[in-house]
Structures are given as C-alpha cells and as structure tokens.
C-alpha cells in the first residue's frame, strides 16, 4: 500500500511549542470492518483518511517511515519527539515504542534487497531502485529486518547522530548505538551516507557510513 500524511498545526500555551496533527492517507484499497467478522473494501482513487495522530512537537521532519515486513505493513514514527514508535497499518493501531527514550529522530532509513538466485549461491542484492522489476533470477524488493534513524541525542549538541534499529523482534523496536558516535553530514539524508553491501543470503552485510569529522587545524580530531 502507499501511505501519505497531511500536517497540521496544533496551537498550545503560549509559553511552549505548537504541537501537529498528523494525518495519515493511503489511495489502495483498504478493508474496513462494518460489523464483527464482517469487511468490506474501500476502493478509491483520490486519498482515503485512515488514521491520525498529535505530535507533541512543532516540526515534523521525516518521521512516518512506512514499510512492510513479513507481509504485513507498518510505519516507524515519532508522536513523542524523544521517541521511536512503532504502528500498524492500515489499521493505525500503535504497537509500542523503543524500550528506551531520549534519542529525538528526524529521519528514518530501512534497507531494501532482492534476492539473486544464482546455480549454486543465493545473494542479497542492494541499492536498487524502487521502480525495480523482478525477473527469473532476481526476486522482489524486500525490505530488511534492521534500520537506521537519525537524530539528536536529547542535552547533546544540535547535530544529528546516526543510530542502529534492530526490526527482527516486531512489535518490538531495539536502537542501539553500535556504530559509535556518528554525525550525519549536513549534505546528506540518511538513506544516502548510508550503503549496505551485497551479501550472501546466510551472511551479515558489511555496512558503509559517510560520517562528518571535524578538526582543528593543528590536525586534532574534535568530533563535529
């Protein structure tokens, strides 16, 4: 399914920040439920509401990352700024959040393979666009069991570090910061500072991070 969302302004208390109202479309065809055990579908060309949610914070970024996984389709989003959570979809039904906070996400980024079956190895094929087609040695975009998000880690300095999303365990969400401190470039989205590289189906792929340094120009390292 293809999901969109419609952002609208939410006016607090004067003495803090708006909130938005996130609205989420989708223009497929849905099922909804008319009475208990009973669907019927929803099929329309212009974008049907199927949801919404308030963000407590007044800048959106990129924080609603729908994908599908095992079948089923979800969404990584941000209702808490200091948070990742996790949602159904179409249904919208909120699944839960990370199990620990205080990370503030801006963007969100899960790889996407196919598989190449080749006479005697199978491989994960990456970076290939979305407007891929499948063929006899090569199967349909997938996406990945892990991710990454982007963000500011909250008391830290204002740029946005790179952070690990473990996806194996859904409904459950794991970050980890396994990589270290990485900053994201300025010039740079996340899904393009990072490149996972082909691999084969039994194997864990090597990962490549563009990453902004900083440096005195005596030559110290002070990070960014």
Same mark, same amino acid.
């Given at each position: 399914?293809?999901?969109?969302?419609? /952002?609208?302004?939410?006016? $607090?208390?004067?003495? +803090?920040?708006? !909130?938005?109202?996130?609205?989420? *479309? #989708?223009?497929?065809?849905?099922?909804?439920?008319?009475?208990?055990?009973?669907?019927?579908?929803?099929?329309?060309?212009?974008?049907? /509401?199927?949801?919404?949610? $308030?963000?407590?914070? +007044?800048?959106? !970024?990129?924080?609603?990352?729908? *994908? #599908?996984?095992?079948?089923?389709?979800?969404?990584?989003?941000?209702?808490?700024?200091?948070?990742?959570?996790?949602?159904?979809?179409?249904?919208?039904?909120?699944?839960?959040?990370?199990? +620990?906070?205080?990370?503030?996400?801006?963007?969100?980024?899960?790889?996407?393979?196919?598989?190449?079956?080749?006479?005697?190895?199978?491989?994960?094929?990456?970076?290939?666009?979305?407007?891929?087609?499948?063929?006899?040695?090569?199967?349909?975009?997938?996406?990945?069991?892990?991710?990454?998000?982007?963000?500011?880690?909250?008391?830290?300095?204002?740029?946005?570090?790179?952070?690990?999303?473990?996806?194996?365990?859904?409904?459950?969400?794991?970050?980890?910061?396994?990589?270290?401190?990485?900053?994201?470039?300025?010039?740079?989205?996340?899904?393009?500072?990072?490149?996972?590289?082909?691999?084969?189906?039994?194997?864990?792929?090597?990962?490549?991070?563009?990453?902004?340094?900083?440096?005195?120009?005596?030559?110290?390292?002070?990070?960014?």
């Amino acid at each position: 399914m293809k999901y969109k969302t419609k /952002k609208t302004i939410v006016k $607090t208390k004067s003495e +803090s920040w708006n !909130y938005l109202l996130v609205e989420i *479309f #989708t223009t497929e065809n849905i099922a909804t439920q008319s009475d208990p055990g009973s669907f019927f579908y929803i099929s329309s060309e212009e974008d049907v /509401k199927i949801g919404e949610y $308030t963000r407590n914070y +007044s800048n959106f !970024y990129d924080t609603f990352y729908p *994908f #599908t996984y095992n079948g089923r389709d979800y969404a990584l989003y941000s209702s808490n700024y200091d948070e990742t959570r996790l949602m159904e979809l179409p249904s919208c039904i909120n699944l839960g959040a990370e199990e +620990s906070r205080g990370f503030c996400p801006t963007q969100y980024y899960i790889p996407k393979y196919s598989i190449f079956t080749g006479e005697y190895t199978e491989q994960k094929i990456y970076g290939l666009s979305d407007d891929f087609k499948e063929t006899e040695k090569l199967s349909p975009l997938q996406y990945e069991n892990f991710g990454f998000v982007a963000g500011c880690v909250w008391g830290d300095d204002w740029s946005y570090k790179i952070e690990f999303l473990d996806l194996s365990y859904l409904p459950t969400v794991k970050r980890d910061n396994r990589f270290g401190y990485i900053v994201l470039p300025e010039n740079l989205t996340l899904d393009k500072a990072i490149k996972v590289h082909d691999c084969y189906i039994n194997k864990q792929p090597r990962i490549t991070i563009s990453n902004d340094v900083c440096f005195k120009f005596s030559g110290e390292n002070i990070g960014c």
